[in-house]
């Protein structure tokens, strides 16, 4: 399991983030994934219930299905990009785990 942020923690900038879009954190070698959609931004261990493994590519970038699915890059299980919850894939029963987060200014900071 990767550790969580402490509150305050800068994770990234909305600015840098795709509108929709995903990509890994900033922080502790991208072991946060955050998700952007419109000025909502939500945020999630970087790392597959099923596989172990991050969910996203070697580069950062997120997989981000039609602005609402977040895709395991390994095995393609998918998760809400709201709730973390599974919709799809060999993780069925799992859900990603939630980091709170809040915008301060364009900062994306973990609370």
């Not at 402490?6 to 998700?35: H, I, K, N, Q, Y």
């Not at 596989?51 to 039609?66: I, M, S, Y």
């Not at 609402?68 to 890059?73: A, D, H, I, N």
Request: charged share 20%; glycine share 14%; proline share 9%.
């Amino acid at each position: 399991m990767r550790p969580k942020p402490p509150p305050g923690t800068v994770l990234g900038r909305l600015d840098e983030l795709p509108d929709p879009g995903a990509r890994a954190s900033d922080w502790e070698g991208g072991a946060v994934v955050l998700v952007r959609r419109g000025e909502t931004v939500t945020a999630f261990t970087n790392l597959c219930p099923h596989a172990g493994l991050p969910l996203c590519l070697p580069d950062g970038r997120g997989l981000l299905h039609k602005g609402e699915t977040l895709v395991c890059s390994v095995h393609g299980a998918s998760f809400d990009a709201m709730s973390g919850d599974c919709t799809g894939g060999p993780a069925a029963g799992d859900r990603l785990m939630a980091i709170s987060v809040e915008l301060v200014g364009s900062e994306i900071r973990a609370s």
